[in-house]
C-alpha cells in the first residue's frame, strides 16, 4: 500500500457506491450512488437525518456489513486499494485499527461490559504503541486523560456500568485514539456528552487533524457541530447525496432545500419549546423510497418534475454539488 | 409547594481508589407542576441524582420527600404503591424496550401491576389515549419495537411512563439520540402533556437551548454539587456561577466562522477526591485563595441561590 500520500491528497475515496439489504418486507435500498472523498488531513463531515444511510456508509469501508447486505457497484478506494475486494482477514489485519479507526454509535454496546475501561484501551495500545507492560499501562493513562476523563487511574479500573455515559463514550474514543491510525471514522461520537466536554473534544480532533495530519470522517445529525469541526461537508438523504460543499460555503451560500432545512432546525434561543421549528414531514422509509428527487414530499419547492426525475448531483461552483431541479430558486 | 425535595443528600459509590461522591449534599426541589431543568458537565451526578431521588438506588444519607412526606426510608408495599406516582425515562429506548413484547404488552404490564383499570375496554381507552398524547395511533399498539422507528420507541417509552399517571417524571436525555424534527415533535408532546396529566418533570439535558426553552427553574450541577438553580430565564439571561457562564459558553454555533473556545481547561477533578474547597476552584477563572480552601455554601443572591465565594 502506498505510503507516499501528502496533505490534500485523496485518502479514503467511495465512489458511486449501491448498497441495499434483503429483509422479509422486501429490498432496503439503503445507498444510491454515495460520493465521498476524504482527502489526508481533512476532516470531512457527513450529516443527514437518521437511516439516511450514515452508518451503512462507513461500516460498508470497514467490511463490518450484516449479512443481509448486498454491495450492488462502486468502489472504496483506500490509498488506491479497493477495500471492497479485500478479504477479511487482509481487512483485520492491515486496515482496521491500523489504517482506519471507528468510533462507533452506541458506547455501551460496543464496550465490552465484563474488561475494565483500562484493560480495553490496553488492547489497543498493545496491539498499535508499545507491547512492554509498563508502558502500555501508561500510555492507556495517557489516552484516558487526554479525552479529558477525570482521575485517569480511577476510571482504568471501571467496568462500563460504573460509568457514566458520557465517560463511556470517552472511553470509546481514547480506544480509538491509541489506535494512531490515518483515518478515523467518527459516528455520532458527542451524543452523550455535554457541551463543554463537546467542545475540548472537537479541540482534541482538529490538533490531532494539525499534528499528525489525521483524516477524519465525521458523522453526525448536529448542523452546530458540523459548523464546529469540518472543513468539507456532505449532506445526505435517504441514501443519497443532496449537497457537498466547503463548510464555508454551505453554511453562507446552502443551495438544497434539506440544508436550509438543517441549519434552520438547529436549536437557538427559544422562550418556549413550540417555537422549535424544524422540517415537516418525516424520513423517508427506503423499502419504496419516493419517486425521482426522494425529498419531493417534505420539498417546500417541489414541482411535478420533483416526483418524476430524480435530480443529478450538478456542480453549480467550484467543489460545491447540489442535487436539485430547482436550486436556482432556492434560498 | 414542593412535590419532590431532598435534603442533603448524598449518593457514593465504593471503588478501588476510594469512595465516589456521586452526589454529595444536595438539597433540590422539584415545585408542583413545573419542569426542572437539570445541566452539568458529563459525569457530575444527574443520572445519579434522578435514580436516587426515585429510590432506584438507595441513599446513603440524606432525606427524600415526596408530596411532603419523608419517603427516604419507606419500602414494601408503601413504596410500590408510591412507584406508580414517579418514573424515569432514559435516553436509549432500545435497550429500554423488550423486543418480544408489542407495545399493547409494555402499556399493559404496569397498568395491571397497579390496579390501574377495571376493564379491558377502559384499559384500551386508556392505552389509545395516551399513544394519542405521543402522536402515536392505537394502530401501533400491535407493533414490536423493531417495527418502530427510533423516535417512535421513545414515544413508547415515554407512553409507559405517562400511563400510570405519575405525578413526577424524570427525563433522563430523553431525545439526545433522536433527529432534531423527532426531538421537537417529542418535547412538544411531552410538554402539552404535562398541562394535560398535571405531572412535573426532572429534565437532564445536555442540549442548553433546549433545556433553556423547555424549563421553568434551571439547577447547574458540578462535581456531586448543585452550584446554581433559579428561574431558568434569570439565569440564562445572566449566569452567576462561573461553571454555569463556562457551561453555556460552550454551546456551538451554526456558523463555521464562529468556534467555541473551549474555555473550560485544566485537570477535570476526580469525584473520588473531590478538591477540598470550591470543586470548581482548579478550572476557575475567577478563584481566589479562599475558593481552594473553604467549600462555598449554597446561599440566596440575586433572586436565585448560588455556591461561589463571589457571591456573599
Ligand atoms: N441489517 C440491515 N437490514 C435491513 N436494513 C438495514 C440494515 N442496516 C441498516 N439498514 C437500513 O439502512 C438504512 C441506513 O441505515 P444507517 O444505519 O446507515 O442510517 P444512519 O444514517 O446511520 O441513521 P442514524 O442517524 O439513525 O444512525 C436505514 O434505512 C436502515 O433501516
Ligand atoms: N454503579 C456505579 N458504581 C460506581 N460508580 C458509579 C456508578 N454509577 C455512577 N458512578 C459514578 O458516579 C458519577 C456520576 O455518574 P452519573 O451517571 O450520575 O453522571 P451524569 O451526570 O449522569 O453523567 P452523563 O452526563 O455522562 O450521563 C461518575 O463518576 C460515575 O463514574
Ligand atoms: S429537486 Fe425538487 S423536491 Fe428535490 S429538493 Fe429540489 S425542489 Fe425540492
Ligand atoms: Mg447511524
Ligand atoms: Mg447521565
Redesign the pocket.
Known sequence: MSSDIHVGDPLLVIEDLKLEFKTEEGTVKALDGINITVKKGEIHGVIGETGCGKSVTSLTTLGLLDNNARIRGGEVLYKGVNLLKMNDEDLRQKIRGNEISMIFQNPSTSLNPVYTAGEQIKESVVIYQSDDKKEAQKLVLDELDRVKLPDPEDVYD?YP???????QQRVMIAMMLACNSNLLIADEPTT?L?VSIQAQFLKILRGLKESRDLSILYITHDMAVISEICDVVTVMYGGQIAEKADVHELFKNPKHPYTIGLIHSVPGVMESIEEFETIPGTVPRLINPPSGCRFHPRCEYAREICKEKKPELEEIEKDHFVACHFWEEVE | MNLVETENLKKF?D?KKGT?K?VNDVSINVIKGETLGVV?E???????LGRTILKLIKPTSGKIYFDGKDITNLDGEDMRSLRKKMNIVFQDPVSALNPQMTVYDHLNRPLVIHNMVDSEEEKLRRMVDILNTMGLKAEHLIRYPHELSGGQKQRVCIARALCLEPDFLVLDEPTSALDVSVQSKILKLLDRAKRKFKVSYMFISHNINLVRAISDRLGVMYLGKLVEIGDSTDIFNEPKHPYTQALFKSVPQPDPDEKVEAPLTGQVPS?VNPPEGCAFAPRCPRSQSVCERDNPDLIEAYGRKIACHRYK
Open positions: 471501571k456500568h460504573e460509568l457514566s455515559g458520557g465517560m452523550a455535554d | 459509590f471503588s465516589v456521586a452539568g458529563s459525569g457530575c451526578g444527574k443520572t445519579t469525584p
